[in-house]
């Protein structure tokens, strides 16, 4: 290690868990982060600050200003460019921490590309906002063995859980069985805020609905980065895998230990189902009044799009990256690789109609 290194990573280094040695071996490891939002980009930042060797990012989405009172990696000026979470995150996360190749992907993550997104990487991290995805994520991590963290927030409160296939419970014993986890709390309830965002898809009350605070996603996203660290530097004795919650407005935090389950549909039976992608729908709900068409494998030309639509008197802005025009009251913003979100809509058939007619059918 050179003086440079040594000095930068010093306080890391004093740390006694880590010293030269852990700091080596960070540097020398890598980590998916899927979803940037406020979880993800306070992990994210977290972890190229302390000298992760290769980073990556994968988000869908775009930033708006709705998200600059918790997504800490993002600016005024990304929401007024409509910039793509992953690449304004690639892009702060660069100025940051330049020892560190930090690569953000603009992607929606499925069962068609997982084997592409999340390959070769030992560890990968929850910074998503559903529960389709982190139980895809938790699929690809059982079925190969590779280590992950989950991690979720809703109002005051959230959750974490480091989940390492066949020596700990995966997200599946958790979320999917309908048993009491320790006698007093069942998979589905949460803190004193409604349905905890442990409950099965669906059934969970969102940011959306109940509102989120960056402290909140501040506290869970440090306790993820600190699993993180311990699975990367093989230091299994100080992980915690148990279920740790933890509430900022109440203060009251737990440590649930939850119980593996034999009969578990992934680490048990290994019936991987979110993967082969019969879990996926094609049109998917995304946020409050949002709705998403998944149209992959179609690359758009978006600047055609873009003349097209506003030859037709459309309101029309693009970037590099996406395209976005006002049908009011809807607003339709459509990605280089064929996804689509439509705003102001939470019918599947409007926002189907709205896509076939501007975009395509
Ligand atoms: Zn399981």
Redesign the pocket.
Known sequence: MDAKTRERYSRQILFAEIGEQGQERLRASSAVVVGCGALGTALANLLVRAGLGHLRIIDRDFVEESNLQRQTLFEESDARDALPKAVAAERRLAAINSDVKVEGIVADLDAKNAEDLLGGFPLLLDGTDNFEARLLV?DYA?KQGISWVYAAVVASYGVTMAIRPGQT??????A?SDEVVDGNHAPGEGGQNGPGPFAAPGAQATCDTVGVLGAAAGVIASIEASLALKLLLGKMQALDDRLLSFDVWTGRSQAIRVA??PN?????RREFRYLTGEAQPHVTMCGRDSVQIHERRRRLDLAQLGRNLAAGGGEVRHNEFLLRFRVPPYEVTVFADGRAIIKGTRDPAVARSLYARYVGA
Do not use: D, T
């Open positions: 938790n059982v419970p995966c997200l599946a014993c958790l999917e593996r389950r578990c549909r992934a680490c048990g």
